[in-house]
T-cell receptor
Framework: DSGVTQTPKHLITATGQRVTLRCSPRSGDLSVYWYQQSLDQGLQFLIQYYNGEERAKGNILERFSAQQFPDLHSELNLSSLELGDSALYFC?????????????FGPGTRLTVT | DQQVKQNSPSLSVQEGRISILNCDYTNSMFDYFLWYKKYPAEGPTFLISISSIKDKNEDGRFTVFLNKSAKHLSLHIVPSQPGDSAVYFCAASVNGNKLVFGAGTILRVKS
């Protein structure tokens, strides 16, 4: 158990819909990262938040957005969903102190768009 | 643009022997490298990391070696156990920002 929690575990929805994925980081971790893992691809970085502020952006689509709240949990919003958005979405957290950058991953949310 | 490459999709090793997983990178700005293990239906689990100022880091049965001149790192598992069977991902970062992952290597340890 990494200490990172993600809800829901599974999500099935239709094209054109909007969903919200939730992540709670490990206690004390200020950074939250979102990754996407599609069937034919490895883990792709989407976005990072640090203590409520966006810190880095990867190949995140404009239809996707995220935020980190004062209690440090984060939400990833996916809108106008397409079949190709079906994937595993992982959240990770890290403390980012003292030059150690290990990220700890949650169990993921499996999104299926039909 | 694959900045981190794991060229072996799979590796099969006998229990008790050494497993060596390899990773190459192209971005010379990477200064932190990590190995993750992933079981099906679970998130990646952090195994071991190494800073670019070191060339070796050891943690129990796991040792990571970094060769900066060759832009190559490897993970050694000695002795290999059946429970080590999983997908292993190499990852790299610049200043602790986003991780860039390799495609992964499936390790099978046969008993």
């Amino acid at each position: 158990d990494s200490g990172v929690t993600q809800t829901p575990k599974h999500l099935i929805t239709a094209t054109g819909q909007r969903v919200t994925l939730r992540c709670s980081p490990r206690s004390g971790d200020l950074s939250v990262y979102w990754y996407q893992q599609s069937l034919d691809q490895g883990l792709q970085f989407l976005i990072q938040y640090y203590n409520g502020e966006e810190r880095a952006k990867g190949n995140i689509l404009e239809r996707f957005s995220a935020q980190q709240f004062p209690d440090l949990h984060s939400e990833l919003n996916l809108s106008s969903l397409e079949l190709g958005d079906s994937a595993l979405y992982f959240c990770a957290s890290s403390v980012d102190i003292g030059g150690t950058y290990e990220q700890y991953f949650g169990p993921g949310t499996r999104l299926t768009v039909t | 643009d694959q900045q981190v490459k794991q060229n072996s999709p799979s590796l099969s090793v006998q229990e008790g022997r050494i497993s060596i997983l390899n990773c190459d990178y192209t971005n010379s700005m990477f200064d932190y490298f990590l190995w993750y293990k992933k079981y099906p239906a679970e998130g990646p689990t952090f195994l071991i990391s190494i800073s670019s100022i070191k060339d070796k880091n050891e943690d129990g049965r796991f040792t990571v070696f970094l060769n900066k001149s060759a832009k190559h790192l490897s993970l050694h598992i000695v002795p290999s156990q059946p429970g080590d069977s999983a997908v292993y991902f190499c990852a790299a970062s610049v200043n602790g920002n986003k991780l860039v992952f390799g495609a992964g290597t499936i390790l099978r340890v046969k008993s």
